[in-house]
């Protein structure tokens, strides 16, 4: 009866083991016990799931740019509200981008893990069935003769007994590393599955990315080509022109009222017997990491596309979309908004009644009463606002009037 339950077990191994593999040209490596359990299979399994949905949230979070372009049409009436609504859109465009990315970067180290998780696995999976195999060789060439004979060498009853526990003991032995390597097998397929999904999430995260990228590009060419249009168009040209001054008042009303609570708050700090931040006449650093030139200077010039002559008061640096803008000196952040006009705008005090203005930044790094450094990174270059292309508008103000910025930086 025993010899049968060997026989049927070897059976068993050898068809399980055709499937596997050839069992020829394996070296023969020391058995060690996996410590991957169903406990290991079900977490996989789990993880596999959630990577699944992942994929499908991935697409359900980009950008419909035709139902955004919807959405605009209906605003380009009234160019401020056109404006407004489309830096909200671009803000959004911006988020998914700096999400895909990280999520990429994120990606690619769980993949490098999974590989090697997958690596180990395979490796045990590879010893768990070169032990099986020099076992089933064994007992299939032999036929298990010293079983038998231990069996048949049996002194008495009891001695007999214990020979056969030992027999059952060592098919029961068999019997669990043929699990094992069951286990072990399909834990490996999992890791498989999982790593083809995750890799399927990096090259859909990498297809969005570029998709986010086109579709901001498309829509600040669609902006930039809508301002200049609106403002070129002669029917439009003196309702543009009362527009874009009544728009200049505002935000040159802004930055002075937010000058006169700046110096009631000194007063209440001087009143206070406190320490006034204050500018000891240093060199700015360049307001930019990187620029291509000076695409408008400072000072009177002929409107590009109004044709009436405006005060510029301030220096436009062009440069690409996402360069970093510097803090030009050491101050305090009085203001880090969104304005029609200005876009995303950051305005730095730097006491001593001066103060520098950036304006039309993609992004902001740094909110409202933060402390920065000179040359810290505090936003980065974008064509938010009233702006017909990526650049940095940089404005100085001393005691509340303009400066020529070139009167406190040196050109690169």
Same mark, same amino acid.
């Given at each position: 009866m025993r010899k049968k339950k060997l026989t049927c077990f070897i059976a068993c191994f050898l068809v399980c083991?055709?499937?596997?593999?050839?069992?020829?040209?394996?070296?023969?490596?020391?058995?060690?016990?996996?410590?991957?359990?169903?406990?290991?299979?079900?977490?996989?399994?789990?993880?596999?799931?959630?990577?699944?949905?992942?994929?499908?949230?991935l697409q359900s979070g980009l950008t419909n740019l035709q139902k955004v372009k919807q959405n605009l049409e209906q605003q380009k009436s009234n160019l401020k509200n056109y404006i407004q609504e489309l830096d909200s859109n671009l803000a959004v465009i911006e988020s998914n981008i700096a999400e895909l990315l990280a999520k990429i970067e994120v990606k690619e180290t769980e993949i490098d893990a999974m590989q090697q998780d997958l690596a180990l696995a395979q490796g045990k999976e590879i010893n768990q069935k070169t032990a099986m195999i020099r076992r089933v060789r064994m007992v299939y060439e032999s036929g298990d003769p010293e079983m038998l004979d231990m069996l048949r060498q049996a002194v008495s009853f009891g001695d007999f007994l214990n020979k056969a526990d030992y027999v059952e003991r060592v098919i029961s032995y068999d019997q669990k590393v043929f699990n094992d390597y069951q286990t072990?097998?399909?834990?490996? /397929?999992?890791?498989? +599955?999982?790593?083809?999904? #995750?890799? $399927? =999430?990096?090259?859909?995260?990498?297809?969005?990315l570029e998709s986010e990228q086109k579709a901001l590009e498309e829509l600040i060419n669609e902006k930039t080509a809508e301002i200049t249009k609106y403002e070129a168009d002669?029917?439009?040209?003196?309702?543009?022109?009362? /527009?874009?001054?009544? +728009?200049?008042?505002?935000? #040159?009303? $802004? =930055?002075?009222?937010?000058?006169?609570?700046?110096?009631?708050?000194?007063?209440?700090?001087?009143?206070?017997?406190?320490?006034?931040?204050?500018?000891?006449?240093?060199?700015?650093?360049?307001?930019?990491?990187?620029?291509?030139?000076?695409?408008?200077?400072?000072?009177?010039r002929?409107?590009?596309?109004?044709?009436?002559?405006?005060?510029?008061?301030?220096?436009?640096?062009?440069?690409?979309?996402?360069?970093?803008?510097?803090?030009?000196?050491?101050?305090?952040?009085?203001?880090?908004?969104?304005?029609?006009?200005?876009?995303?705008?950051?305005m730095l005090d730097h006491g001593s009644g001066l103060y520098t203005i950036y304006m039309h930044a993609s992004s902001l790094n740094v909110k409202k009463d933060d402390i920065v450094v000179r040359g810290e990174t505090i936003a980065k270059v974008g064509s938010t606002g009233r702006s017909t292309g990526n650049h940095l508008h940089f404005s100085v103000r001393k005691n509340g009037e303009y400066q020529n910025p070139w009167n406190y930086i040196t050109k690169k």
């Open positions: 083991l055709a499937v596997a593999g050839s069992i020829s040209g394996l070296k023969a490596n020391a058995l060690t016990m996996s410590t991957i359990t169903s406990t290991s299979i079900k977490e996989k399994e789990k993880q596999i799931a959630n990577a699944k949905d992942e994929k499908k949230q072990v097998r399909k834990y490996v /397929e999992l890791c498989e +599955e999982e790593l083809e999904v #995750e890799r $399927e =999430i990096l090259d859909e995260s990498k297809a969005g002669i029917n439009n040209q003196e309702k543009a022109i009362r /527009e874009y001054q009544a +728009e200049i008042r505002a935000q #040159e009303e $802004e =930055i002075k009222a937010l000058e006169t609570l700046i110096a009631q708050e000194k007063k209440k700090i001087l009143a206070a017997s406190g320490v006034v931040l204050s500018y000891d006449g240093g060199k700015f650093t360049f307001p930019l990491e990187s620029y291509t030139r000076v695409s408008d200077d400072y000072g009177d002929i409107h590009p596309t109004l044709k009436v002559k405006q005060f510029h008061n301030g220096i436009d640096f062009a440069s690409p979309k996402g360069t970093a803008i510097y803090a030009a000196y050491d101050g305090v952040v009085v203001a880090a908004d969104y304005s029609t006009t200005m876009g995303n705008y950051i």
